[in-house]
């Protein structure tokens, strides 16, 4: 969760206590949390982000419709917190065998071809091709290619204008990259959490 937002509402800074809190909540009761939030903020502060979001274009938590970000963290994370995993960086638990890391396309995609949209009603299927083309052969900062067994595999994930299926793929090379630097996250607010992706280790 973003700091800012967590101190403005005086909640527990620990990772745990806070999800618990938005977990405690119900759907509805953190939605429209959030969007009172947000009104009772001035511009540019309605929808706080992790430090780390601008530098990969994502969108803050606090935000429910378009895309409803806070909605998929409340559908997601309670479950998360409430499995015997290790989550990195924010619940470290160094003998569980089984890992969650944040994944996040957009700096994938953006490596492959460039700051533009791969999804939705406006991008092509020749982008989400070339994506995949760029994944087979292997970006440098990932030093991983992506196999697709069968050609009806990739044809289903370009010809998905959602981009859902792709965006399966970029968080599976995300995760492979973050097993091969298990120290990804190493230093990070717990708080906060990190996106797996060597975009946010550039200066």
């Known amino acids: 969760m973003p700091r800012a937002f967590v101190e403005d509402m005086k ?3 620990r990772w745990n206590d806070c999800i618990a809190r938005i977990s405690a909540l119900g759907r509805a009761n953190w939605v429209g949390l959030a ?3 947000a009104d009772s903020q001035p511009a ?3 929808y706080p982000r992790r430090t780390f979001e601008p530098k990969v274009g994502a969108a803050s938590p606090l935000n429910v419709v378009n895309p409803p970000v ?3 963290l409340f559908e997601c994370v309670p479950r998360l917190l409430d499995a015997e995993l290790s989550i990195l960086p924010c619940r470290p638990r160094p003998n569980s065998s089984r890992v969650v890391v944040e994944a996040y396309g957009r700096p994938v995609a953006a490596e492959a071809i460039g700051r533009v949209a791969y999804k939705g009603p406006r ?6 091709r070339e994506i995949l083309a760029a994944l087979h052969v292997g970006l440098p900062s990932y030093g991983i290619a992506v196999a697709m067994p069968g050609r009806d595999l990739a044809r289903d994930i370009v010809s998905d204008r959602d981009g859902d299926r792709l965006d399966a793929v970029l968080a599976c090379l995300q ?3 973050a097993h091969r630097n298990p120290d990804f996250a190493a230093g ?6 990190w996106i797996a992706d060597p975009a946010l280790l550039k200066d």
Not at 123 to 128: F, T, V
């Open 123 to 128: 991008a092509s299927i020749r982008r989400r």
């Open 70 to 72: 806070g909605k998929m």
């Open 44 to 46: 540019g502060r309605k």
């Open 35 to 37: 969007r009172r939030y």
């Open 175 to 177: 995760a492979a990259w």
């Open 11 to 13: 909640w527990p800074s």
């Open 188 to 193: 990070r607010d717990p708080l906060e959490g």
